[in-house]
């Protein structure tokens, strides 16, 4: 069975501090994709990155970095030196085959 | 602009009615999707489709039901059968199974 469990339900930090928003994932399958999206208030998710099962290279993007572990089943996300902007829930997901399976989903407040 | 179109943004329905939400993309997307989301759970697959004239259930299909006739269309219609109507529901595409899938701005149903 595949799952992905988001363990952090909500996270409130200051603004310019780092936060990282855990993701362990579970799945029997070899190759497999991880995903992580950001939903604003508007309720829109939109995408932020993706990794393949076979790529454990992290990742840069900015403020925003990833740490993809597979001795760990685990695909963590960083947001360095937070904004007000940043405050979202933040959805991990999982996909093997033909549909994808998400956490419940993260929480972030960034308090100016 | 390409993207995916979700309509209405609010939908009020009365109890016993069936009634359908517009999903419609220009991205020339093989597979869509239809989720659900509750507060504290998640995405929850309804239905998912990879080809036209064909869909297949995902977790929580009882009380829904879906067309694909077109490439570009994926239709939701929730019936009265459903118990508990009332929530967030996001369509979805993707190119093609384990590929990032762009969400639409969401309809809110309401059962009154």
């Known amino acids: 069975a595949q799952k992905v469990t988001q363990a952090q339900t909500e996270i409130s930090v200051v603004e310019k501090e780092d936060v990282t928003l855990d993701c362990v994932y579970e799945?029997?399958?070899?190759?497999?994709?991880l995903f992580w999206y950001k939903q604003p208030p508007s309720g829109e998710l939109v995408f932020l990155i993706r990794?393949?099962?076979?790529?454990?290279q992290n990742e840069i993007s900015g403020r925003y970095s990833w740490n993809f572990q597979k001795s760990t089943s685990s695909f963590n996300f960083t947001i360095t030196a937070s904004q007000v902007v940043d405050s979202a829930v933040y959805f991990c997901?999982?996909?093997?085959?033909?549909?994808?399976?998400f956490g419940t989903g993260t929480s972030l407040t960034v308090i100016p | 602009d390409g993207g995916i179109t979700q309509s209405p943004k609010y939908l009020f329905r009365k109890e016993g009615q069936n009634v359908t939400l517009s999903c419609e993309q220009n991205?020339?997307?093989?597979?869509m999707y239809w989720y659900r989301q509750d507060p504290g759970q998640g995405l929850r697959l309804i239905y998912y489709?990879?080809?036209?004239?064909?869909?297949q259930k995902g977790d929580i299909a009882e009380g829904y039901s879906v067309s694909r006739e077109k490439k570009e269309s994926f239709p939701l219609t929730v019936t009265s059968a459903q118990k508990n109507p009332t929530a967030f529901y996001l369509c979805?595409?993707?190119?093609?199974?384990?590929?990032?899938?762009?969400f639409g701005q969401g309809t809110r149903l309401t059962v009154v």
């Open positions: 990794r393949n099962s076979f790529d454990e």
């Open positions: 979805a595409s993707s190119i093609y199974e384990m590929t990032e899938a762009f």
């Open positions: 991205l020339n997307h093989d597979a």
């Open positions: 799945t029997r399958d070899t190759t497999y994709y």
């Open positions: 997901a999982l996909n093997t085959g033909n549909q994808f399976y």
């Open positions: 489709s990879q080809i036209v004239n064909d869909f």
